[in-house]
């Protein structure tokens, strides 16, 4: 079982930045790769950006390109989020989590183990 604990989440202005770290425990060696979310009361669960362990490749959804890197620290197990040129439209709740399934990197149902999520809020 793979438990995820986001971090660094939190209040900043318009055009501010963000580090968002996910901390994995458990086994990660039959996963494809992980990923970043971020949802908003109402709303579907919104894919961000993932990461794939095999080729180390990169996917980001268009609102968040050139602005958001999702990057890995393989020895330690953790994933980040770094976001610069906040906008109030970042604002969600962000989940990290684990893709189990090969295809649909940016389907939240390729991914079987979540985090709790962290806050972000983005003020003018």
């Known amino acids: 079982q793979v438990q995820l604990v986001e971090s660094g989440g939190g209040l900043v202005q318009t055009g501010g930045s963000l580090r968002l770290s996910c901390a994995a425990s458990?086994?990660?060696?039959?996963?494809?790769?992980m990923g970043w979310f971020r949802q908003t009361p109402g709303k579907e669960r919104e894919f961000v950006a993932a990461?794939?362990?095999?080729?180390?490749?990169?996917y980001y959804t268009d609102s968040v390109k050139g602005r958001f890197t999702i990057s890995r620290d393989n020895a330690k197990n953790i994933l980040y989020l770094q976001m610069n040129s906040l906008k109030p439209e970042d604002t969600a709740v962000y989940y990290c989590a684990v893709r189990n399934i090969v295809a649909g990197t940016r389907d939240p149902a390729s991914y079987n183990s979540w985090g709790q999520g962290t806050q972000v809020t983005v003020s003018s």
């Open positions: 990461i794939s362990w095999r080729g180390g490749n990169t």
């Open positions: 458990g086994g990660l060696f039959s996963s494809y790769g």
